[in-house]
């Protein structure tokens, strides 16, 4: 037979033992730890303005990175190609980009001149494109590099032009630099 209650919390009391403590007992004050909803929700918010303000930054100087990262690969192709020309008279300026690179191992040739990293004589490097042209003759005595950011607005602003006179020009509009864009500084 089943003790009522009572009885059995008196059996409790008269043995020593303590009633066991439900999660119903109404006259137990509990006080809880950790935020609340509302001290969480500033803080996400906090977080949000915080990201909102660094972000667009973050970006602007990773595309100012990218433009300097373009500009010293231009300067390096440049000076490739001088080096190319005096290295293989009898061809002037190699024919392609990929005439600056070589493999790794590289033995240098002059259809592979070891002079330039496999990434930049591929031709794309840091969010820019670079695209070789040349003048056809035998030997070259000409050529041109452009750097076109491959998407403009985000991996870069400004595009970068160069030839055998090597200054480097630029356009602010992402396209169409030429040797009558204005000098770099």
Known sequence: MVQPVEERLSTCFSIGMQPAKTMFDKNRKTK???FSLIELLIVVAIILIIAAIAIP???RSRMAANEASAVGSIRTINTSAVTYSSTYPNAGFPATLAS???ATPCTAV???SCLLD???AGGT???YKFAWTTDGNTPSVGYSITGTPVTVGS?????FFSDQSGVIRYSATGAG???ASPALQ
């Not at 991996?155 to 595009?159: A, D, F, L, S």
């Open 32 to 34: 809880q730890g950790g």
């Open 57 to 59: 930054n973050l970006l």
């Open 100 to 102: 600056l690179g070589g």
């Open 110 to 112: 002059s259809t592979a």
């Open 118 to 120: 496999a990434v930049l």
């Open 125 to 127: 490097k840091s969010g």
């Open 155 to 159: 991996t870069g602003q400004r595009m």
């Open 177 to 179: 630099a030429t040797s």
